[in-house]
């Protein structure tokens, strides 16, 4: 083609056709959610940005796929669409504004007993999300048995800066925890107000990143703890981690109840330890009667187990395993639901 630059093909064509690609999670077009930037024509050639609202998006090829499919499709002339990825996590409006931290998202994991593997799956649930691109901190609120500086394989104590605590950074991903203030045992005497205090100060007096997401980790049980952290922050939500066994859904139940009573949205539940020994079905159960989403289960595996006590998060040291798979897949879907929950008011990302 000679002469006609652009081949007669207009940003607004463009847009057209991408107001007929659904976000696949979100439920609306790409153009009503202002989700396509910089449109670019040349020649035969399209292309833009898809702002996605999490960087650990799930569906994403589906998204270039729809977009470059309804582009050929509806603008005439078209020959290659090229479409880049950029991601922007919305801010949790509950958040904005009432804590003087720039934390976009809280995300509490709580489980109704210890030993199901809550720490465990907040750690690599962190690691998954930060090798997803995401800014990323683990709050660790377990004051009775703050396991998440050996996930991490951190110790010491943090760096002051003025009067606010530096976090440890480790694979990416800010870590604070009760373990690096507290003398072993120290904490067990811990209630009420003084528990209370020192929840709130992990999130003020801590000098956080400006983080898409912090992970929460709570205290086994549903007692002071997970009271004092949902009235001390306004929480995005809360995943409940349960254990296979029929047993286990009681618990979760707990878990759950008091997240209700608290007003804190449920994002799902996670089964933890499946496999041939303790066998599989509680996490589902237990999503079944708190009636929130099962987000899936994390198979039992001694590597998890070898990742948590060295410090080395199984989603980096055993990629491959099926354990690591899952965990990565259920952070991609609870950075999705968090998209969701989160969609609404944004004003921000509204104007086109
Ligand atoms: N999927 C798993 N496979 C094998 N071991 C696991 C798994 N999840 C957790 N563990 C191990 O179980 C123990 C308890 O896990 P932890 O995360 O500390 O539980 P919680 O924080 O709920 O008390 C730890 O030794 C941990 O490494
Ligand atoms: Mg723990």
Redesign the pocket.
């Known amino acids: 083609m000679f002469g006609r630059k652009n081949n007669g093909i207009t940003e607004d064509a463009v847009r057209k056709a991408l107001s007929t690609v659904q976000e696949p999670e979100l439920y609306k077009d790409l153009i009503t959610l202002n989700m396509v930037r910089d449109i670019t024509i040349s020649d035969d050639q399209v292309g833009f940005t898809i702002v996605l609202t999490t960087p650990a998006c799930p569906l994403r090829s589906q998204m270039e796929n729809e977009s470059i499919a309804a582009v050929k499709k509806l603008v005439p002339g078209v020959n290659q669409v090229n479409v880049r990825f950029d991601a922007q996590v919305r801010t949790d409006k509950r958040i904005a504004g009432k804590l003087n931290i720039p934390v976009k998202n809280i995300i509490a994991v709580a489980?109704g007993?210890?030993?199901?593997?809550?720490?465990?799956?907040?750690?690599n649930l962190a690691v998954s999300l930060a090798l997803e691109g995401a800014k990323v901190g683990v709050l660790d609120a377990?004051i009775y048995?703050p396991?998440i500086p050996m996930?991490f394989g951190l110790s010491g104590k943090p760096r002051l800066d003025g009067n606010k605590m530096v976090p440890f950074t480790a694979f990416g991903v800010e870590v604070i925890s009760m373990g690096f203030l507290v003398p072993e045992g120290k904490a067990l005497v811990w209630r009420g107000p003084m528990l209370h205090k020192a929840i709130q100060q992990l999130f003020t007096d801590v000098r956080w990143g400006e983080l898409d997401y912090l992970i929460v980790?709570l205290p086994?049980g549903t007692g002071d703890a997970q009271l004092s952290l949902a009235q001390s922050v306004p929480l995005t939500g809360g995943v409940i981690?349960t254990g296979p066994q029929a047993v286990a859904v009681s618990d979760a139940l707990r878990g759950a109840e008091a997240f209700q009573q608290l007003q804190v949205p449920i994002i799902g539940v996670i089964e933890?330890?499946?496999g041939e020994i303790f066998g599989s079905g509680g996490g589902e159960g237990a999503a079944i009667k708190i009636g929130a989403e099962f987000l899936g289960r994390?198979?039992?595996?001694?590597?998890?187990?070898?990742?948590?006590?060295t410090g080395k998060p199984i989603v980096l040291e055993a990629p491959e395993s099926e354990?690591a798979k899952s965990l990565r897949s259920l952070a991609r879907k609870i950075a999705a639901r968090i998209s969701v929950m989160t969609i609404e008011p944004d004003p921000e990302l509204r104007i086109i």
């Open positions: 489980s007993k210890g030993g199901v593997g809550k720490s465990t799956v907040s750690t377990d048995g396991n996930m980790d086994p981690v933890n330890m499946s994390v198979d039992l595996d001694a590597r998890v187990r070898s990742g948590g006590d354990a």
